[in-house]
């Protein structure tokens, strides 16, 4: 009997071995499970994303300088200064350009005009690596062509778009800038406009939070016509004016055909002579969820002539 115990005993071992397990004696407690690590309610969350910022440098007279290096820039978020972890100059990254394209009813004598334009600035500007997405808004918004090179698609697109009735503008900028946010490279949304908003389901701030969010630059291209309109919507303007500085583009006014070819022709060389300045943020518990960025130069004797835009900062949450 004691012979058969030893045995049966030995097979069990066998056994568990064999299962990667040896049963413990009756007699033994297993031990308790280990309790999981306390969480720190007072533990810094840091969200450690690369932050890329698009910088434009123009001299006195306006015109973009191509010729600075890293050390000329010092970039700071909410007043510290940030390690520099990345920086080119951008001629060479991929393009994506949103071309929003008001035909409203109040656009409706000047819109060939732009339309002319707007497909002269897709010809200077697009090379095989780069994409232009074509929107009109009016009461609503469409997109006309998905993000494509294909000049001869960006033609048809141009043609085909006809006059509305009111203005989504802000709604506009919100779509164009959720369609940007999954583009690599920089990112670029041109608005043609009155500046007037009539539609929107979208508020004027959904609008910049959108387009800050998908690191969108914003040109305001303001269409006004040479006679002068009661109904000119300056708050509107204003919000344009005030969109394309948060986001580091810039505003043109257009009174003409050669004043909108202008303002294109500005906007390309621009965008021909950007430089990136990406960084890793430094550990901070922040009491807002909205980080400010400030660019300045620094290295140049005559820098007090040069002038930086770049957007105004960039937000940790969603804005959904």
Not at 104 to 130: C, G, Q, Y
Not at 295 to 305: C, R, T
Request: proline fraction near 5%; charge should be negative; aromatic fraction near 8%.
């Amino acid at each position: 009997m004691k012979i058969l115990f030893i045995v049966l005993l030995a097979v069990a071992v066998c056994h568990a071995q064999s299962s990667g397990s040896v049963p413990k004696p009756p007699w033994v407690k297993p031990a308790p499970p280990k309790a999981a690590p306390p969480e720190d309610d007072n533990a810094i969350k840091v969200d450690v994303k690369l932050v890329n910022v698009f910088v434009t440098v123009t001299d006195e007279r306006g015109a973009p300088v191509a010729n600075l290096n890293k050390d000329n820039f010092q970039l700071f978020e909410d007043g510290r200064l940030q390690k520099i972890s990345i920086f080119d100059k951008e001629s060479e990254l991929p393009l994506s350009i949103v071309l929003d394209i008001d035909t409203s009813l109040s656009t409706r004598k000047d819109l060939p005009l732009e339309l002319n334009s707007a497909r002269r600035f897709a010809h200077a500007i697009l090379r095989p690596v780069d994409g232009l997405s074509l929107y009109e808004f009016s009461e609503i918004v469409d997109q006309v062509v998905p993000f494509t090179a294909d000049l001869k698609l960006i033609d048809r697109g141009i043609q085909s778009l006809h006059p509305g009735a009111a203005t989504a503008l802000y709604d506009a900028i919100y779509l164009g800038s959720e369609a940007l946010v999954a583009r690599q490279g920089r990112k670029v949304m041109v608005v043609i406009t009155d500046g007037g908003d009539t539609a929107s389901k979208m508020d004027y701030r959904e609008a910049v939070r959108a387009a800050q969010q998908a690191e969108a630059i914003v040109y305001s291209i303001i269409v006004v016509p040479i006679e002068a309109s009661a109904g000119r919507d300056t708050g509107g303007e204003h919000a344009l004016i005030q969109l394309s500085e948060d986001t580091g583009g810039k505003y043109y006014y257009a009174t003409s055909i050669a004043q909108l070819d202008q303002a294109f022709h500005s906007i390309s060389d621009e965008l021909r002579t950007q430089y990136l300045l990406a960084y890793y943020p430094s550990q901070r518990l922040a009491d807002s969820d909205f980080r400010r960025i400030e660019v300045k130069l620094a290295g140049l004797s005559d820098s007090s002539e040069y002038k930086s835009r770049h957007r105004t900062g960039y937000y940790t949450s969603k804005l959904h």
